[in-house]
């Protein structure tokens, strides 16, 4: 990516559907201490073959993750309440708790939970609560104001990481007011140089859980990019010795080729309505930017310049594209009006940017910046342009950003290894995702599934 073009993509092998083995393990470094404090109470299991899933520990995980609170720990709690009525609230507000999650699962038939949990506002718990409404089991009921949600679902012993993750989001939307992402899904290129086909396209949970390999290859891949409805990939390649761009279902395996043309086929993004393709193309000559009609497979060119154009990535609303230029120099960040073709320069600070995408609201544009030779992470506030540094790892690249807007994914060195890492957006909380078998690279945010 530090180089606009000249990359290698080369062909890939069969489309398998297996582990990857990548084993990504997120490792929190940085931002918890400043974060809210929560309890997610174990929930109670009645029955009698216990599923293997702990919900509690992966909605900790889940809220942990997400910068903004604090789950303490289960040695720490003062009482483990199965429902509201068990809370003693002056208890959790000694703990500094603000809101507290407890639960049950009762066996109800072979493989069959019912899986009930109760969100808490603390503070209102302990000044008496009030008259308000609450939804269980799908059914608005009549509670008090310190029940901010309460539901009973019924779920087979696969789902229950899925619907922990569901009650995660549940509960990161009450306490925030923006919905939860812990549904959403990453892709990413891993390499492990000692397999027979050591490059991968991966697509895994958002926590690197249920990893699966959609294309193995033994020469390098790159680029995926999500569809906006979250079934499908587009991807670069060089399959028969050139540069191609394929869309591939996730779910089916079927492929079919998007370009092929002389020269460079790169960059893709789909628009918001996935109707539309932006590309890097150089079929003219030149490295440009194009828009294709996917079912068409009509061409607009967006732009005409004897320096590299690269890296588009659409507006919310589609009717812009930044992308990354030389033409001033060293590459800045450029945006184009999809309807007029109008280009003006977008960012001034730093040495260079690029890897430019707007934040899912429009308000922001993250990108990489580079400054004092250190390659970072930063957002630039759209409307007053200032532009903040959200990482001070090394070599960091290939941004994308969670569809609720609260978090970045990115590719960095930790070591000599290249390895995935999260920042939230504001700075303050940052992870990593190393794997213990191989290198992670070119990450991609699903959008909400």
């Given at each position: ?31 918890v ?18 599923p ?29 309440p ?14 500094g708790v ?7 699962i ?55 990481r899925q ?75 060089f ?62 060119k ?12 659409w ?12 033409r ?50 930063a957002?630039?506030d ?43 957006m504001d ?23």
């Open positions: 990516m530090l180089k606009l073009i000249g990359k290698s993509l080369v062909a890939f092998a069969l489309v398998l559907s297996a582990k990857s083995y990548a084993s990504l393990e997120i490792v929190i470094t940085d931002g201490d400043s974060a809210r404090p929560v309890a997610i109470v174990p929930f109670k299991f009645e029955g009698n073959t216990l293997n899933q702990r919900i509690a520990d992966i909605v900790s995980a889940d809220l942990m993750r997400s910068g903004k609170f604090n789950p303490i720990a289960a040695t720490r709690m003062p009482q483990q199965t429902n509201s009525k068990e809370i003693d609230y002056q208890r959790w507000m000694k703990q603000e809101a507290v999650v407890t639960g049950t009762r066996e109800v038939g072979v493989n069959r939970y019912a899986v009930r949990f109760e969100l808490v506002d603390v503070f209102k718990g302990a000044s008496g609560g009030g008259s308000s409404s609450a939804i269980i089991g799908g059914q608005l009921t009549t509670g008090l104001s310190h029940i901010l949600d309460a539901r009973e679902t019924t779920i087979s012993g696969d789902q229950f619907y922990a993750h569901r009650i995660s989001d549940i509960v990161y939307e009450k306490l925030t007011g923006e919905r939860g992402a812990f549904l959403t899904k990453i892709a990413y290129v891993l390499v492990r140089e000692k397999a027979d086909f050591k490059y991968q396209l991966v697509v895994a949970d958002y926590d690197g859980e249920n990893e699966q390999v959609l294309l193995r290859a033994k020469e390098p891949l790159m680029s995926p990019a999500w569809s906006p409805d979250g079934t499908k990939l587009a991807y670069v390649t399959e028969k010795r050139q540069s191609q761009i394929y869309i591939q279902d996730i779910y089916t395996g079927r492929r079919s080729i998007l370009t092929s043309f002389k020269g460079i086929n790169g960059a893709p993004k789909w628009s918001p309505d996935g109707r539309k393709m932006a590309m890097v193309l150089s079929k003219d000559g030149n490295a440009e930017v194009y828009v294709m009609d996917i079912a068409t497979k009509a061409l607009t967006l732009t005409n310049h004897r320096r590299i154009d690269t890296e588009p990535s507006a919310p609303d589609g009717s812009k594209i930044v992308f990354s230029s030389e001033g120099g060293n590459p800045q960040i450029y945006s184009v009006n999809v309807a007029s073709g109008v280009t003006e320069r977008v960012t001034f600070e730093g040495e260079m940017n690029l890897a430019a995408s707007y934040t899912p609201d429009g308000s922001g544009i993250v990108m990489v910046n580079r400054t004092n030779g250190q390659y970072n992470i957002r630039m759209v409307e007053s342009r200032y532009l903040q540094v959200l990482t001070r790892t090394y070599l960091d690249e290939s941004p994308s950003i969670a569809p609720n807007g609260s978090m970045i994914i990115y590719s960095t060195l930790y070591g000599s290894s290249q390895v995935l890492a999260l920042v939230s700075g303050r909380f940052k992870a990593r995702l190393p794997a213990a078998n191989g290198r992670v690279k070119s990450p991609a945010w699903s959008p909400f599934l």
